[in-house]
């Protein structure tokens, strides 16, 4: 079961030391204590990350929040398609500068990231630093969490204001934009840290707080990224030159052999529907998991998360049950997210990963028989897999209806596989990549890839959803064409997938192509309108928050590209 209830209690407590909740680089911190006193021993030490990780996980944030702005060519919105200034335009591509969420992922990251700087700052500092262990190790720990928002801010606002200074005074709070390449430059930097100062994962570690796995599976990513196409000031789409991708695709394959070297972190040897049921079950397995994102909902004290409440399947809501009887039945789940449904039509027969990631019921209540009953539904009406309210242990089956205690997963080893397997088509060593590409696929029951049946394995996608934006005319193509297929079937729903079609240059293509061709689609109003509010040029990022560029005059009054 879950080590992190003593864990996430500390991170509550860091509240009270962290009290400014709602900080961001253009408010003025209202800490409760004074710095240089507060940060005299490892335990305050401690508890100043655990505010850091406070952030991530607040329902507003990685909770709840960052589901919508995750939407991509796999997911769209329960026929509700009206504006709501919230998750609704997120998720149809209809944002704009006042959107509520918007303007909390933008507030969160922020107090993270001035939290970590803090942290920073004042660990540093203290006595016995440099001899200390304990305290280097809390030092990459906080800086794996800056690297790790930072990021964010990256692919959701591309250049942003950012310091590795916390915001002491009002003055201090009005940055002007900073070039993405300098904020990559710190993220790779504090990642490198990070990877030399926290230690190797092992079967007694938690994914929940940051190992040296992790660092290195971080920056991987972050050198896809970087590697890939971004949308710059001037509404132009680029991505570096041929040196530097292959300096970046050099670092991912360096970072992969490192973890390699290790031997800890592998595929679940429980199988990938176990992997997930574990997620809902509050089950931990350092193995395959190398980096979550914790929830633990406490009434009346701090909001759990979201996952497999409001991004899972349906559960009605029980009725005429005593309040004393209600822990006995499965709490509400509202299933807001909806399939696109020609995915599940991709997936071989024989592939497991389909009927773990989409999921064709819902459970309705039965005041009859006084029940939760399973009711298949209709194409169209599917929902992500991954996170059931039905995985979850009896004892928090109906904790809250609104929230439960299932962490976010935001690096897994099969991730690592898939990072590892580009970066080496892109050098050149298509072998090698087709290789861990089919360890991926047969872990999930799959056909592996050869030359003679990649034709035949592509032939039912190719004759309604025929990628004419990747070119599989060579070899590197082929293996293009797979990964973008692979990628979806392995890591559906888990929030990457945008982020992969932005650094191909594909989102707006891939929205389009699905878009388009969808089953919901076929009526008189579009159950799935992202394909037709995408602006290329514009939608690849999020507008900066109104408030912000009211209130910063470094900003010259001028928001993302088409904003």
Same mark, same amino acid.
């Given at each position: 079961?879950?080590k *992190?209830i003593?864990?996430?209690?500390?991170?509550a407590?860091?509240?009270?030391?962290?009290?400014s909740?709602?900080?961001?680089?253009?408010?003025t911190?209202? #800490? #409760?204590?004074?710095?240089?006193?507060f940060?005299?021993?490892e335990?305050n %030490?401690?508890? %100043?990350?655990?505010?850091i990780?406070?952030?991530?996980?607040?329902?507003r *944030?990685?909770?709840?929040?960052?589901?919508?702005?995750?939407?991509?060519?796999?997911?769209?919105?329960?026929?509700?398609?009206?504006?709501?200034?919230?998750? /609704?335009?997120?998720?149809?591509?209809r944002?704009t500068?006042?959107?509520?969420?918007v303007?909390?992922?933008?507030?969160l990251?922020?107090?993270?990231?001035?939290?970590?700087?803090?942290?920073?700052?004042?660990i540093? &500092?203290?006595?016995g630093?440099?001899?200390s262990?304990?305290?280097q190790?809390?030092?990459?720990e906080?800086?794996?969490l800056?690297?790790?928002l930072?990021?964010?801010?990256?692919?959701?606002?591309g250049?942003?204001p950012?310091?590795?200074?916390y915001?002491?005074n009002?003055?201090?709070?009005?940055?002007?934009?900073?070039s993405?390449?300098?904020?990559?430059?710190q993220?790779?930097?504090?990642?490198?840290?990070?990877?030399?100062?926290?230690?190797?994962?092992?079967?007694s570690? #938690?994914?929940e707080?940051?190992t040296?796995?992790?660092a290195?599976?971080?920056?991987?990513?972050?050198y896809?990224?970087?590697?890939?196409?971004s949308?710059?000031?001037?509404?132009?789409?680029t991505?570096?030159?041929?040196?530097?991708?292959?300096?970046?695709?050099?670092?991912v394959?360096?970072?992969?052999?490192?973890?390699?070297?290790?031997?800890? /972190?592998d595929?679940?040897?429980?199988?990938?529907?176990?992997?997930?049921?574990?997620?809902?079950?509050?089950?931990l397995?350092?193995?395959?998991?190398?980096?979550e994102?914790a929830f633990?909902?406490?009434?009346?004290?701090r909001?759990?998360?979201?996952?497999?409440?409001y991004?899972?399947?349906s559960?009605?809501?029980?009725?005429?049950?005593?309040?004393?009887?209600?822990?006995?039945?499965?709490?509400r789940?509202?299933?807001?997210?909806?399939?696109?449904?020609?995915?599940?039509d991709?997936?071989?027969?024989?592939?497991v990963?389909?009927d773990?990631?989409?999921c064709?019921?819902?459970?309705?209540w039965?005041?009859?028989?006084?029940? /939760?009953?399973k009711?298949?539904?209709?194409?169209?009406?599917?929902?992500?897999?991954?996170?059931r309210?039905?995985?979850?242990?009896t004892?928090?089956?109906?904790?809250n209806?609104?929230?439960?205690?299932?962490?976010?997963?935001?690096?897994?080893?099969?991730d690592?596989?898939?990072?590892?397997?580009e970066?080496?088509?892109?050098t050149?060593?298509?072998t090698?990549?087709?290789n861990?590409?089919n360890r991926?696929?047969?872990?999930?029951g799959?056909?592996?890839?050869?030359?003679a049946?990649?034709?035949?394995?592509?032939?039912?996608?190719?004759?309604t959803?025929?990628?004419t934006?990747?070119?599989?005319?060579?070899?590197?193509?082929r293996f293009?064409?797979?990964?973008?297929?692979?990628?979806?079937?392995?890591? %559906?729903f888990e929030?990457?997938?945008?982020f992969?079609?932005?650094?191909?240059?594909?989102?707006g293509?891939a929205?389009?192509?699905?878009?388009?061709?969808?089953s919901?689609?076929?009526?008189?109003?579009?159950?799935?309108?992202a394909?037709?509010n995408f602006?290329?040029?514009?939608?690849?990022?999020l507008?900066?928050?109104?408030?912000?560029?009211?209130?910063?005059p470094?900003?010259?009054?001028? &928001? &993302?590209?088409?904003y």
């Amino acid at each position: 079961m879950k080590k *992190h209830i003593f864990y996430m209690a500390m991170a509550a407590l860091s509240l009270a030391v962290f009290s400014s909740c709602e900080d961001t680089l253009t408010e003025t911190p209202d #800490s #409760s204590y004074d710095k240089d006193s507060f940060f005299e021993s490892e335990a305050n %030490a401690d508890m %100043a990350v655990m505010g850091i990780y406070s952030s991530i996980s607040d329902y507003r *944030h990685y909770g709840w929040y960052e589901m919508a702005g995750q939407a991509s060519d796999d997911m769209y919105y329960t026929s509700r398609t009206h504006s709501d200034n919230t998750i /609704h335009d997120m998720v149809h591509y209809r944002v704009t500068s006042t959107n509520e969420w918007v303007e909390w992922l933008w507030q969160l990251k922020y107090q993270g990231i001035d939290r970590a700087n803090m942290a920073i700052d004042g660990i540093v &500092n203290m006595p016995g630093y440099a001899e200390s262990e304990n305290l280097q190790e809390l030092d990459a720990e906080a800086r794996f969490l800056r690297a790790f928002l930072a990021f964010d801010l990256i692919k959701y606002w591309g250049d942003v204001p950012f310091k590795t200074t916390y915001t002491s005074n009002y003055e201090d709070a009005f940055g002007a934009r900073v070039s993405r390449e300098e904020i990559y430059d710190q993220i790779i930097e504090d990642l490198n840290f990070a990877k030399e100062h926290l230690p190797w994962a092992d079967a007694s570690s #938690s994914p929940e707080r940051a190992t040296q796995g992790a660092a290195r599976a971080m920056l991987m990513r972050v050198y896809l990224q970087r590697a890939g196409y971004s949308l710059q000031m001037d509404g132009q789409m680029t991505r570096p030159d041929d040196t530097k991708r292959a300096e970046y695709f050099n670092a991912v394959i360096s970072e992969w052999e490192a973890i390699q070297a290790n031997g800890y /972190h592998d595929f679940y040897s429980g199988g990938y529907e176990q992997l997930f049921r574990n997620f809902s079950q509050d089950v931990l397995n350092s193995q395959e998991s190398i980096f979550e994102i914790a929830f633990f909902h406490q009434q009346g004290a701090r909001n759990g998360g979201a996952w497999g409440i409001y991004n899972g399947p349906s559960v009605a809501e029980v009725q005429g049950v005593p309040t004393s009887e209600m822990a006995n039945y499965m709490g509400r789940a509202n299933g807001f997210f909806i399939v696109v449904p020609e995915w599940r039509d991709f997936f071989e027969e024989t592939d497991v990963r389909r009927d773990v990631s989409i999921c064709t019921y819902r459970f309705i209540w039965n005041t009859d028989s006084m029940k /939760h009953v399973k009711q298949e539904r209709n194409a169209g009406s599917w929902y992500p897999g991954k996170w059931r309210r039905e995985w979850m242990p009896t004892e928090t089956w109906n904790k809250n209806m609104n929230y439960g205690d299932v962490n976010y997963c935001v690096l897994r080893y099969a991730d690592v596989v898939l990072m590892a397997a580009e970066a080496y088509n892109e050098t050149g060593n298509t072998t090698e990549a087709w290789n861990l590409l089919n360890r991926v696929r047969a872990r999930a029951g799959a056909t592996e890839y050869t030359n003679a049946n990649y034709e035949e394995l592509m032939a039912t996608r190719k004759a309604t959803h025929d990628l004419t934006f990747i070119d599989d005319g060579s070899a590197q193509g082929r293996f293009r064409t797979a990964l973008y297929w692979e990628r979806g079937f392995e890591l %559906a729903f888990e929030g990457e997938r945008k982020f992969d079609l932005i650094r191909w240059g594909v989102l707006g293509d891939a929205l389009r192509l699905f878009g388009s061709q969808s089953s919901v689609n076929r009526g008189t109003n579009a159950a799935y309108p992202a394909y037709q509010n995408f602006v290329d040029g514009k939608n690849e990022l999020l507008p900066i928050p109104l408030v912000e560029i009211q209130s910063n005059p470094n900003y010259e009054g001028k &928001n &993302n590209p088409g904003y």
